[in-house]
């Protein structure tokens, strides 16, 4: 699955009550444009911000592993014929 984590997503993520807006389309490198920030907060400097980044990235490879995974075991249970959890079924859309 290609990764789509940018600056204003990871940003986001990690500091989800002390940024009210950010721009999400910057690369690594440059200093994100943070619109405005909720709370008197210094902002990241770009190694935090890379950190920050790597940090998103592993975090949602893990998030999409668990739902492929998820899937997988939905779509073998349905084949056997066995009882589905409510986590498996929640991922079959019909």
Same mark, same amino acid.
């Given at each position: 699955?290609?990764?789509?984590?940018?600056? !204003?997503? *990871?940003?986001?993520?990690?500091?989800?009550?002390?940024?009210?807006?950010?721009?999400?389309?910057?690369?690594? !490198?440059?200093?994100?444009?943070?619109?405005?920030?909720?709370?008197?907060?210094? @902002?990241?400097?770009?190694?935090?911000? @890379?950190?920050?980044?790597?940090?998103?990235?592993?975090?949602?490879? *893990? @998030?999409? @592993?668990?739902?492929?995974?998820?899937?997988?075991? *939905?779509?073998?249970?349905?084949?056997? !014929?066995?009882?589905?959890?409510?986590?498996?079924?929640?991922?079959?859309?019909?």
């Amino acid at each position: 699955m290609a990764n789509t984590t940018t600056i !204003g997503k *990871a940003l986001m993520w990690k500091y989800p009550d002390q940024i009210r807006e950010c721009v999400s389309k910057q690369k690594v !490198g440059q200093e994100p444009e943070i619109v405005k920030w909720e709370a008197d907060m210094e @902002q990241p400097s770009e190694s935090e911000i @890379q950190t920050i980044m790597n940090e998103h990235i592993a975090w949602k490879d *893990a @998030q999409d @592993q668990a739902k492929s995974d998820l899937k997988a075991s *939905a779509k073998a249970k349905l084949i056997s !014929g066995e009882t589905l959890t409510e986590d498996e079924a929640n991922t079959i859309v019909l």
